[in-house]
């Protein structure tokens, strides 16, 4: 399994972005998909996940009412809409996938991550 993210960039804050989120080769196994970031100086953390059974959404408390996950199973893509961006936004985001429907951190596939910039 392949995972590729883009969509990271530089934008003012109160800006908005989509991350993208492009899976390959055996997608038949991913259930649950996962954003993450890490921040300069800061452990790695789940942002938002999605179910593969049901498409049920999860969001860390900073991301609720701001950021919205989704999938297209057609193309096999998840994606990540981020509004009202915020300085403290900025981090590398990566977005990960498992046979398994959790939310967290020990996802067994990994993207290389994409550069999200907030000026404020």
């Known amino acids: 399994v392949q995972l590729q993210a883009s969509g990271g ?3 003012q804050a109160g800006g908005s972005l989509r991350l993208s989120c492009t899976v390959s080769g055996s ?6 998909m996962v954003w ?10 789940w942002v938002s996940c999605i179910s593969g059974r049901d498409g049920s959404t999860y969001y860390e ?8 996950i989704s999938r297209d199973n057609a193309k096999n ?5 981020m509004n009202s961006l915020r300085a403290e936004d900025t981090a590398i985001y990566y977005c990960a996938a498992d046979s398994l429907n ?5 996802y067994e596939y990994w993207g290389q991550g994409t550069q999200v910039t907030v000026s404020s």
Request: hydrophobic share 40%; glycine share 14%; proline share 3%.
């Open 9 to 11: 960039g530089l934008v």
């Open 61 to 68: 408390d900073s991301a609720k009412g701001r950021f919205t």
């Open 36 to 45: 993450a970031r890490q921040a300069p100086g800061k452990v790695r953390e």
């Open 102 to 106: 959790f939310c967290g951190m020990d």
């Open 77 to 81: 893509t998840v994606y990540l809409q």
């Open 27 to 32: 997608i038949f196994s991913i259930n649950g």
